[in-house]
C-alpha cells in the first residue's frame, strides 16, 4: 500500500503562518530518497496548481505566486516532506496536496485544507 498523509491545514488570519507536514508510507517508500517530492493546492473552481517542488538532490524551486513567502523542505530519514507557508494572503486559500514522483509514476496525498481569511 501506497500511502502520503498531508496534515497541519488550519484557519489563519492573513499574514500569519502554517507549516503543511506529509508523510510516506508503504512499501514503494521503502527508499524515499529516490522520489521528486511536490506541494500541489486546488481552489473552488481552479485547476490544481504546482506550488512547490524539491528533487532527490534538493533543488528547489517555487511558484511565483509564493516565492519568497513558502519554503519546501525534505527528510529523508522521517519520509516527510514540508511547506512552509509565511504571510499567508487569502488568496493562498486552497486544499493542499503533496505528490510523490518517480519515473512517470506519481502518488498523491488526500489533501489538507488551508483557509486564510482577510
Known amino acids: 500500500q501506497v500511502q502520503l498523509v498531508e496534515s497541519g491545514g488550519d484557519l489563519v488570519q492573513a499574514g500569519g503562518s502554517l507549516r503543511l507536514s506529509c508523510a510516506a508510507s508503504?512499501?514503494?517508500?521503502?527508499?524515499?530518497?529516490?522520489?521528486?517530492m511536490a506541494w500541489y493546492r486546488q481552489s473552488p473552481g481552479k485547476q490544481r496548481e504546482l506550488v512547490a517542488t524539491?528533487?532527490?538532490?534538493?533543488?528547489?524551486t517555487y511558484a511565483d505566486s509564493v516565492k519568497g513567502r513558502f519554503t519546501i523542505s525534505r527528510d529523508n530519514a522521517r519520509k516527510s516532506v514540508y511547506l512552509q507557508m509565511n504571510s499567508l494572503k487569502p488568496e493562498d486559500t486552497a486544499v493542499y496536496y503533496c505528490a510523490a514522483s518517480q519515473g512517470v509514476r506519481t502518488y498523491w496525498g488526500q489533501g489538507t485544507q488551508v483557509t486564510v481569511s482577510s
Open positions: 524539491i528533487t532527490r538532490s534538493g533543488a528547489e
Open positions: 508503504g512499501i514503494l517508500f521503502s527508499i524515499y530518497s529516490i522520489y521528486n
